[in-house]
């Protein structure tokens, strides 16, 4: 059983930063992309940003381009999201997931695990 436990979330002031982490524990496919996701209250969940096995390849939301990092550590199977510049249109519940190993999708319907995710909250 894959397991996927994000951390990192809380309240930030407009124009900070934060960095969430997703460590993946368990059985899983030998290669795979990582994503991040997140669901604003009201919305549907949306696509963040994603990246390759290998870490060279990454797509992004055009809405988070330019402020919003991926990066993966594959030693630790460990993904992570950093976030600057918040504004309080990033506020959601950020997920974490694991994606197919063909593609760098930004598909929700593509990521077949996930984590329960961790709340993002800008102030003004």
């Known amino acids: 059983q894959v397991q996927l436990v994000e951390s990192g979330g809380g309240l930030v002031q407009a124009g900070g930063s934060l960095r969430l982490s997703c460590p993946v524990s368990g059985r899983t496919s030998s290669t795979y992309t990582m994503g991040w996701f997140r669901q604003a209250p009201g919305k549907e969940r949306e696509f963040v940003a994603a990246i390759s096995w290998s870490g060279r390849q990454t797509n992004y939301a055009e809405s988070v381009k330019g402020r919003f990092t991926i990066s993966r550590d594959k030693a630790n199977n460990t993904v992570f999201l950093q976030m600057n510049s918040l504004n309080p249109e990033d506020t959601a519940v950020y997920y974490c997931?694991?994606?197919?190993?063909?593609?760098?999708?930004?598909?929700?319907?593509?990521?077949?695990?996930w984590g329960q995710g961790t709340q993002v909250t800008v102030s003004s």
């Open positions: 997931a694991i994606g197919p190993a063909w593609d760098i999708s930004s598909r929700t319907y593509d990521y077949k695990a």
